[in-house]
């Protein structure tokens, strides 16, 4: 994510730097320049290139540059910026995405720890339970033996719990703070799942706000300055400058007397010019980012289809995730209901101990499936979001 920030802001430079390349350059010389006389008491230089032994320059220069290569760079420019901007964005969805698997994560976590210490807690009742039973000669000692068993295996179970509990806090300790710390509590919303919208709501979000469209959009339009850019190195290009101030064999506003004549003025030079016999290399270049416009075109085409592949394939996945969390939810009332009344069999002799056994691992398992479930459709909703943004 930081990456593609830093590539967002080196793209605005760039673009600060072509927009300066499109205003006039405004400069100041001061220039001295002593040439020998062509002889003694003459006031003639000995170079023809000097306009007097004593010649001195202060000038103020107004340059600009006329091209339609400076023009498309600057338009390049800023169709680079933008899909800067649109790489952060996925960069920073993408972002959401790691986040809210870590955030939902740990707060899972935390809910398969209270189910952990409750099956161990279950596990430990009914240890006792068959302990009892057995000193009142209603059960054999088998079924102390895998009580026992079960209750050992509910202790590791917790300490595993333990464990991931641990693992996610510092996983997600790690992303969201700037310096590590460990002294932070999460909001459980969990249990409040929002609805999913309609799939034409999601559709037209994702036309609309959809970072990868846009930054194939943006790639495409750089591909056309390109062109655009090539082209000018063919085409001639036109350099206007202006000078005012003092070019004299002295350094003042006025000459000598008797005249007084006055040193400050000015003047101006505009060029033409027309490559000739680069033309060849400066059409190679042309084809070259024709060819680019054709590749940004197809992959922006490619961008179009995926995005409604994606779009469906994940609105599915959440649509899913959405409408099993009702099943789950009663598979842990159902899974619930069947412990406690196995267990009210076994207690009156109507259920064996490997029914107990299989009722506790199978609520177990239940409440554990519907917090993975609550996970998967968060994730699912983010996932979803990284094409659609906020909904």
Do not use: C
Not at 209 to 216: E, F, K, S
Request: avoid cysteine; charge should be negative.
């Amino acid at each position: 994510t930081q990456a593609a920030l830093t590539a967002l802001g080196l793209a605005h430079q760039d673009l600060v730097q072509s927009r300066g390349a499109l205003l006039p350059n405004v400069s100041y010389n001061m220039q001295t320049l002593y040439t020998e006389p062509s002889s003694r008491g003459s006031h003639n230089p000995v170079f023809i290139a000097n306009n007097g032994i004593h010649e001195y320059l202060a000038q103020g220069n107004v340059h600009q540059n006329l091209s339609l290569q400076t023009f498309a760079d600057y338009g390049r420019a800023s169709a680079a910026q933008a899909a800067a901007r649109a790489k952060s964005e996925i960069a920073l969805r993408g972002l959401a995405v790691t986040v809210s698997q870590a955030f939902y994560g740990y707060v899972a976590a935390q809910h398969k720890y209270a189910t952990a210490r409750r099956a161990n807690e279950e596990a430990q009742r009914f240890l006792d339970i068959s302990d009892k039973l057995e000193k009142g000669g209603e059960v054999a000692h088998s079924d102390v033996i895998k009580a026992e068993l079960q209750y050992r295996q509910q202790q590791r179970d917790l300490q595993e719990a333990q464990l991931g509990l641990n693992k996610s806090r510092l996983d997600l300790a790690v992303l969201i703070f700037k310096d590590f710390t460990e002294n932070f509590e999460v909001v459980d919303d969990l249990g409040s799942p929002q609805p999913l919208p309609a799939f034409e709501e999601v559709s037209a979000a994702g036309a609309r706000n959809n970072p990868d469209l846009r930054a194939a959009q943006a790639a495409l339009r750089q591909a056309g300055y390109e062109v655009t850019s090539a082209w000018g190195g063919v085409l001639p290009a036109i350099t206007v400058d202006y000078w005012y101030g003092i070019d004299a064999n002295q350094f003042a506003t006025r000459g000598p007397v008797p005249d007084h004549l006055n040193n400050l003025g000015s003047s101006a030079a505009a060029t033409l010019q027309l490559p000739l016999w680069s033309w060849g290399a400066n059409f190679s270049k042309v084809k070259q980012a024709n060819l680019q416009k054709k590749q940004a075109a197809v992959e922006l085409s490619a961008a179009q289809r995926t995005l409604l592949a994606n779009l469906r394939s994940f609105y599915d996945e959440g649509r899913a995730a959405r409408a099993e969390l009702e099943l789950l939810s009663q598979s842990v009332q159902l899974a619930t209901d069947s412990l406690r009344l196995t267990t009210l069999r076994y207690q009156s002799g109507e259920a064996t101990v490997l029914e107990v056994v299989d009722a506790q691992n199978t609520e177990t398992a239940a409440s554990n499936a519907y917090d993975d479930g609550q996970v998967r459709f968060r994730v699912a909703l983010a996932n979803l979001q990284t094409l659609t943004g906020k909904f």
